[in-house]
């Protein structure tokens, strides 16, 4: 469970419920009901183990997301999948009502998805027999395709599917394999300066630069500043 504000909404919310659904819980402080059903939700979309997301709005501090969802009253909550609202209540209903709202949104896992959950490559590969387009098995096995030093074929796979976070970034890997790039014993940050020097008419440096971006961990600010750096290397 996240705080999302006005500034975080499209990314948090509207990018990420491309991979999964997205309940969002609209608050207030001062809001008595807010209280009430707060924790029922959290505990509710916390038993399904990440098959559904759960992000909460203070009202009074995000006015835009108030004015998106058209909130007359409060709690309000909404449920988005693939940047649409699918489903929603207003009101604090009880835990079992909760309950019901979220199953909707996260119905059994499949045989499939069971097999993925397992993980190894001959699981993963008897998931794609039963579902060839199986996100979750396409990237799972990608990842270990990589790993096992068959980068064209994890980016063979990976082509059959719609890019998401985790798929760009087993891409980005992939193809920084099949290049045999080296990150020097001085660190990644020296690669990419001396790739920057490189960008403005080399399209191989470009790509090389933005998968080396796309494997730094998750809020790292190197990110941030070599796009930034990037950007003004191209235009």
Known sequence: MIDVT???FEQAVLVRSDEVPVVVDLWAPWCGPCRTLGPIIEKVVESTEGAVELVKVNVDEN???????QVQSIPAVFALRDRK????FVGALPEA?????????APAPSEADQLVAVG?????????DLQPDHPGALVGLARLLVDKGEPADALELLARIPETAESRQVAAEARLAASAVEVPSDGVGALLDALLDRVKGDEEARQE???????????????ATYRKALAARLF
Do not use: H, K, W
């Open 120 to 128: 190894d490559e001959a699981s993963l590969r008897r998931a794609l």
């Open 85 to 88: 609202v699918v489903d929603g």
């Open 209 to 223: 630069v933005l998968d080396l971006l796309e494997t730094l961990p998750p809020g790292d600010p190197r990110a």
């Open 6 to 8: 006005d500034d975080t």
């Open 97 to 105: 009502q909760v309950a019901e709202f979220v199953a909707r949104l």
């Open 63 to 69: 006015p835009r997301i108030s004015a998106t969802f």
